[in-house]
């Protein structure tokens, strides 16, 4: 197994060092490749307003995710849990404890690939692993990078590779930094990192989270889900805007609802039910043993607690999974929006999203009906409120009682 050690300070993590990763992950023909965020650099000193090691693991976590790469692309925590300072000597010889056999390649940046001699223990980390940098500016001279590339084949015996990117981020981590105290470089971050400094505020931002505006909302959501959810969270939003649109909705709090549906969609059971507690939630008999009934409730409790949603979206949010008796025209239109958005690919979508534009009372009910059809395919109960959810609207949309 050939493996690829991404260390630094990640402060923060920016594209730059994704692309970086994912053409070292090509080039060199990585089967995998992990992120190791330094606890404490041996080489500098951290600005002291520097966020906590741990949440620059956390952002560069989500950098990572933003790949879309999970069976490639992982993040270690590995020297934060070592005392002192973070040497790559250190953390090269832990890799290779835990897999003799993998090839291991390390990847910096050229400032610190013209270093690499002054560093701890430079003949421990040339013998265990092979060096990568990446020519990551115009103004990296190539010519130099190989001349350092000779040095450490003949001074250590290194394995090394230039490579010269062709996917060119001009910006460095301190300038990042600087610009985020401006309120600029956003262009820099994966939305989900920018949205992870914005609810925790770090890099001298303090935003008034109940007041965002929709980028901003956005990429503060996108930090709680996985990346591979967002393309279907994008979906519900520009889905229910569309349909707000088409019968006369709000569409900015249809937008909104959309973009904070599904916030708390990937916590665990344990954590799910803390929220409960928290806002009051008094939960059934199946709630309290499906976890997957739980996200629309505690996410709409954090819509409106965190990010100050009013009271129709966050009862859109809180009714967009089982739906229920007497819906308002919100929150039909996320319940459906969230059901047949463009990335939804199931027998009957097609028909469902046409019918959405015509009569949206039938293409709830049809949802309904899906969905409780599905459930009993899987032998799986269904909620008490989308079997109220579509006695009602087929009483209204026939005039018959169900």
Request: charged content about 25%; glycine content about 6%.
């Amino acid at each position: 197994m050939k493996l690829g050690i991404y260390g630094g300070t990640f402060n923060p993590p920016h594209l730059g060092h994704l692309a970086a990763a994912r053409f070292a992950l090509e080039a060199l023909g990585l089967d995998q490749l992990v992120f190791v965020p330094a606890a404490t650099p041996p080489h500098k000193n951290l600005p002291t307003d520097s966020p906590s090691p741990q949440d620059r693991v956390a952002m560069m976590e989500l950098a990572a995710d933003s790949l879309l790469l999970p069976k490639q692309v992982s993040v270690s925590d590995i020297e934060l849990a070592r005392a002192g300072k973070s040497y790559t000597a250190d953390t090269v010889t832990q890799f290779h404890q835990k897999d003799p056999r993998a090839e291991l390649w390390l990847l910096m940046g050229t400032d610190m690939f013209l270093t690499l001699q002054n560093w701890w223990e430079p003949e421990v980390i040339t013998r265990l692993a092979g060096i990568c940098t990446f020519a990551r500016a115009q103004s990296d001279s190539v010519e130099q990078l190989e001349r350092q590339a000779n040095y450490l084949e003949q001074t250590f015996g290194a394995r090394t590779r230039v490579l010269q990117l062709p996917e060119i981020v001009e910006v460095s981590s301190t300038q990042l930094r600087a610009m985020l105290a401006r309120g600029e470089g956003q262009d820099y971050l994966a939305p989900a990192v920018y949205g992870y400094i914005l609810r925790h505020g770090l890099y001298g931002l303090h935003p008034d989270l109940k007041h965002l505006p929709d980028r901003e909302l956005r990429a503060c959501s996108y930090s709680m889900i996985r990346a591979k959810r967002i393309a279907h969270v994008r979906g519900t939003e520009e889905e229910a805007v569309r349909l707000a649109a088409r019968w006369g909705a709000d569409q900015e709090k249809a937008r909104r609802a959309g973009i904070l549906h599904d916030c708390t969609k990937y916590l665990e059971m344990e954590e799910q039910l803390q929220l409960c507690r928290k806002y009051g939630i008094v939960l059934d008999d199946l709630e309290q043993q499906a976890v997957k009934l739980l996200h629309s409730k505690t996410g709409a409790c954090v819509a409106r607690d965190v990010y100050g949603v009013s009271d129709d979206i966050y009862w859109a949010i809180f009714w967009h999974t089982t739906g229920k008796a007497d819906m308002t025209l919100l929150e039909k239109i996320l319940y459906i929006a969230d059901y047949m958005e463009p990335n939804r690919d199931f027998p009957g979508v097609e028909r469902l999203r046409k019918l959405a534009y015509e009569d949206l009372d039938q293409a709830v009910l049809a949802g309904c009906e899906m969905s409780i059809q599905e459930m009993a395919d899987r032998k799986l109960p269904v909620h008490s409120n989308t079997l109220r959810a579509r006695d009602w609207l087929r009483k209204e949309t026939t005039g018959k009682e169900p």
